[in-house]
């Protein structure tokens, strides 16, 4: 996922548009147990804004991944938009420039003639995964006793009783209850 941008390199102000796809197989070890399902789609423009260049861009794909309650395979449409600065590295340098500003601090790096936006899409990517993807709102979960499917049926296990620890509570909270 390079982009040239040697047209814009001299010319403070210039822009660059970008429109690719990566195939699937090139986005495989993104996340663990995550597999794309689709071309990840990327747009945007690079701007050269003098000692950097900006990027605002747009990524897109679908995603599968387990549901966090059955396990069964789930599929995701994520999307990121994103602004990222890179400055040039030079040949000679391993942290970049000496004299960076406190804005320039999170700038990436880029070498040459072409910038490699394949780590900031994949970041952007990465933090559009769903905390606990679910199947469908009403995804019942496994039993945690035997393991059955429980959006399947009903796998006739006795349903827990609580924490044993709590017992004692359970005992006072009797005790106390005039009603009982």
């Not at 660059?16 to 197989?25: H, K, L, R, Y």
């Not at 996340?31 to 423009?45: C, K, Q």
Request: charged share 25%; glycine share 8%; aromatic share 4%.
């Amino acid at each position: 996922m390079q982009v040239s941008i040697a047209s814009i390199r001299e010319q403070r102000g210039a822009t660059v548009s970008f429109d690719f796809s990566m195939p699937p197989s090139e986005c495989d070890g993104l996340a663990p147990d995550l597999v794309a399902v689709s071309p990840v789609w990327v747009r945007g423009t690079i701007t050269n804004a003098g000692e950097s260049m900006f990027v605002r861009a747009q990524a897109s794909g679908t995603f599968e991944m387990a549901c966090s309650r059955c396990l069964k395979p789930v599929a995701a449409a994520l999307n990121a938009s994103f602004e990222e600065r890179y400055r040039r590295m030079t040949p000679g340098s391993q942290t970049g420039p000496k004299e960076t500003s406190s804005a320039d601090d999170d700038a990436r790096p880029y070498h040459g003639d072409r910038i490699d936006l394949s780590g900031a899409v994949r970041d952007h990517l990465l933090l559009q995964i769903p905390m606990k993807p679910v199947c469908r709102p009403d995804c019942r979960g496994l039993c945690p006793h035997c393991g059955a499917d429980l959006n399947e049926a009903e796998c006739g296990c006795r349903p827990a009783e609580g924490d044993p620890r709590l017992e004692v509570l359970k005992e006072l909270s009797r005790r106390l209850d005039p009603m009982n």
